[in-house]
Structures are given as structure tokens and as C-alpha cells.
Nanobody, 118 residues
Framework: QVQLVESGGGLVQPGGSLRLSCAVS????????MGWYRQTPGKQRDLVAL???????SYADSVKGRFSISRDNAKNTVYLQMNDLSPEDAAVYYC????????????WGQGTQVTVSA
């Protein structure tokens, strides 16, 4: 069974930085595309960043140049480094795994809250 556990959220001042981590159980991490999404109350869950099993990355326009997604296949962990945070970045951040295998399903973590406030 695949489980995702996020950590690293919290309260940060505008302009500050946070690093989110998502640890994945199971053996499918290395063949999976990993992603970070975020959601605020009453709104849809939006893509923040993706990283493929080969290491290719893509970002939402709103975070380009400020956020960086990376992965450590040896630790089954994906990271989201967030710099120059603004109140508009405040949200619950969710980790997603999309395994590239026949019949495999997408899974989500439980989410971690990021609050940006002075």
C-alpha cells in the first residue's frame, strides 16, 4: 500500500523560505511522477510543481523562479523548496504520486499547511 507523508509546513513571514518534504512508502517511487499541489478554502486544488521519474521539472507560472522541486530516489522522498514566499502562497500543500505502471493509481498525501503572515 502506498502512503505519502508530508512535512515541513508552518508559519513563515513574507519573503521567507520553507522546505516541504514528502516521504513515500512502497517500491514505486522511482518509476513515478511526483507533484506538489496546493489548495485554499473554497478553491480547486492547483498544480504547483511536477518532477518526472527522469528528473524533468515543470512549474506553475506563479512560482517559477521561487520554488524548486527535487527528488531523492534513494530516500523515496520529494522536496519542494519555497523561497520569497508571499501571502498568496498560503495554502494546504499536497504531495501526489503518479506511478507509471499499468493499473497503478494516483495517491495523495494528507496535506501540510503553509501560512505566510507577518
Amino acid at each position: 500500500q502506498v502512503q505519502l507523508v508530508e512535512s515541513g509546513g508552518g508559519l513563515v513571514q513574507p519573503g521567507g523560505s520553507l522546505r516541504l518534504s514528502c516521504a513515500v512508502s512502497g517500491s514505486i517511487f522511482s518509476i513515478s511522477t511526483m507533484g506538489w499541489y496546493r489548495q485554499t478554502p473554497g478553491k480547486q486544488r492547483d498544480l504547483v510543481a511536477l518532477i518526472t521519474h527522469g528528473g524533468s521539472t515543470s512549474y506553475a507560472d506563479s512560482v517559477k523562479g521561487r520554488f524548486s522541486i527535487s527528488r531523492d530516489n534513494a530516500k523515496n522522498t520529494v522536496y519542494l523548496q519555497m523561497n520569497d514566499l508571499s501571502p498568496e502562497d498560503a495554502a494546504v500543500y499536497y504531495c501526489m504520486i503518479n506511478p507509471l505502471c499499468l493499473g497503478c493509481q494516483t495517491h495523495w498525501g494528507q496535506g501540510t499547511q503553509v501560512t505566510v503572515s507577518a
